[in-house]
């Protein structure tokens, strides 16, 4: 009986040893996991009122980027047009831009300033601040993150009372937005836009963008242009029906935008289509250089950047990319450098860092017409080529390039609206010689708008027709030269 004492007081014993360890571990968790949040939210919530006490403003942050940097946010860009007025009255530093007219400045608060505005009784303050980018220590500086100009982050914060919260975020600021955009649209200066090399971006994410720009003043219009009257008008009606289309692109699920491919031998008025229509829709340009360009996802960023209302060109695309064919064995080749590399040993710091582009096919495919490429709307994509037969024909084909426009060389036609441009003259004794030898020879627009061009005081309609009439008959005379030759050529081989 003793002997089952004890051993009953033992196992009551390490029963009670375990029930102690098991709590002991199961209110060490609950110490972490609930309790410390249980107080946690309530002192927070505590301090929250006793601020709210203390200091009754609330506050809105406007960041200059957002969806992860990808874009610029519209939003920002609204508030500082909004702003614009009232920094020039009540802010003593200031940020000044050009405008749309040549005298005139486009005015903005620096970091630091602060600027009251009134709206229905209520009083709120906006104020501009900026965050500076991180230091980049020695190691990404000589690898090559540290390269780039950094730029600091840009906020506007908008304080206001508690009070008034559903008058500020409900009518104020969307307010501030439509408002921010009409002085936005009477402040537009057209831009040309070129992409910055992507391996001058810096790889902590604060370039301000992948773009730099110049104002847009190239004077082409279709007015000016030298093609088929007939042509013209088509081109201008298509034009009129994607900028009036953006109804018809929802109606159907497409996204708003449309390809142009312009191809033609060199002087045919490519680049000078690319102006005219700019000029016509009132667009901004961005001209792509894919060479420095070094991957897709570089690619798509650059996409992303740009606004509505712009052209997107890709100029002589058949030179700027291995796109015909032979990307197979360029791709083989730089398998086999890397592969050489490879087997030489690691890479060391001494070693040339590779800025090929390696932009594919692919990637330029999901750039025209991907899912990215719905992003924004009232875009226009334009590519030139002078040999359209190189093209891969997945590029070019309708719903990525939907309109194809031939620049040909000069006919009769063009030729007599190039003559009352330049010389202001609807007929001449040589214009049936002019017409004849432009059936005979091929000769481009440039090449008739430059013998149409007066070199001096002295030249006039008579020299200068006479000059095109020389040109003419030389290139005649180089042909059948050519062609004589070529007979002669085939006649030996034969």
């Not at 540290?146 to 982050?153: D, F, I, S, W």
């Not at 005379?477 to 030759?485: I, L, S, V």
Request: proline letters at 3%; one cysteine or more; glycine letters at 8%.
């Amino acid at each position: 009986m003793a002997m089952e004492a004890m051993l009953s007081g033992l196992n009551s014993g390490v029963v009670l040893s375990l029930i102690a360890v098991l709590w002991t571990v199961v209110w060490q968790n609950l110490q972490h996991l609930q309790l410390q949040q249980f107080f946690a939210r309530h002192l927070s919530r505590h301090a929250r009122r006793l601020a709210a006490m203390v200091d009754p403003y609330l506050s809105v942050t406007i960041a200059e980027y957002e969806g992860g940097r990808m874009k610029r946010s519209d939003a920002y860009e609204e508030v500082k047009a909004y702003l614009s007025d009232a920094s020039a009255r009540g802010v003593r530093h200031l940020r000044a831009e050009g405008s749309k007219d040549a005298d005139k400045l486009v005015l903005s608060m620096s970091d630091g300033e602060e600027v009251e505005d009134e709206f229905q009784g209520a009083k709120v303050w906006w104020w501009a601040t900026s965050k500076p980018p991180p230091r980049s220590d020695g190691a990404a500086a000589f690898w090559g993150g540290g390269g780039a100009a950094q730029e600091e982050r840009r906020f506007y914060r908008l304080y206001f009372l508690e009070r008034h919260r559903s008058l500020v975020l409900d009518t104020y600021l969307p307010r501030v937005r439509q408002l921010g955009r009409a002085v936005m649209v009477k402040n537009r200066q057209r831009k040309l836009f070129t992409n910055i090399s992507t391996h001058q971006w810096s790889d902590g994410g604060f370039m301000r963008s992948a773009w730099s720009h110049v104002a847009f003043e190239h004077p082409k219009t279709f007015a000016t242009l030298a093609m088929d009257p007939v042509e013209k008008k088509r081109i201008r009606d298509d034009l009129d029906m994607f900028k009036n289309g953006k109804d018809y692109y929802t109606r159907v699920g497409k996204a708003w935008k449309r390809g142009y491919l312009l191809y033609g031998p060199p002087g045919t008025g490519k680049s000078a289509m690319i102006a005219a229509m700019a000029n016509y829709l009132d667009y901004d340009i961005y001209d792509i250089e894919l060479t420095s360009v070094h991957s897709n996802t570089d690619l798509r960023k650059l996409f992303i950047e740009t606004t509505s209302k712009s052209i997107i060109v890709i100029e002589d695309i058949d030179c700027s990319l291995d796109l015909t064919g032979s990307r197979k064995k360029k791709e083989a080749a730089e398998e086999d450098d890397k592969k050489d590399k490879k087997d030489g040993g690691p890479f060391r710091p001494g070693e040339k860092k590779d800025t090929s582009s390696k932009v594919t096919l692919s990637g330029l495919l999901n750039f025209i017409d991907g899912l990215w490429s719905a992003c924004g709307g009232e875009r226009i994509i334009v590519f030139t080529t002078n040999h359209v037969e190189k093209l891969d024909p997945a590029l070019i084909r309708r719903g990525r390039m939907d309109k194809h426009i031939e620049m040909s060389y000069c006919g009769f036609e063009a030729f007599k609206f190039l003559t009352k441009t330049y010389l202001d003259v609807d007929s001449h004794p040589l214009f049936d010689a002019v017409g004849e030898l432009l059936r005979e020879v091929q000769m481009t627009p440039a090449d008739v708008a430059e013998n149409l061009t007066p070199k001096s005081l002295d030249d006039g309609p008579d020299s200068c027709l006479a000059d095109l009439v020389k040109a003419l008959e030389e290139a005649k005379e180089k042909k059948a030269r050519g062609g004589d030759e070529q007979d002669l050529q085939d006649a030996e081989e034969q």
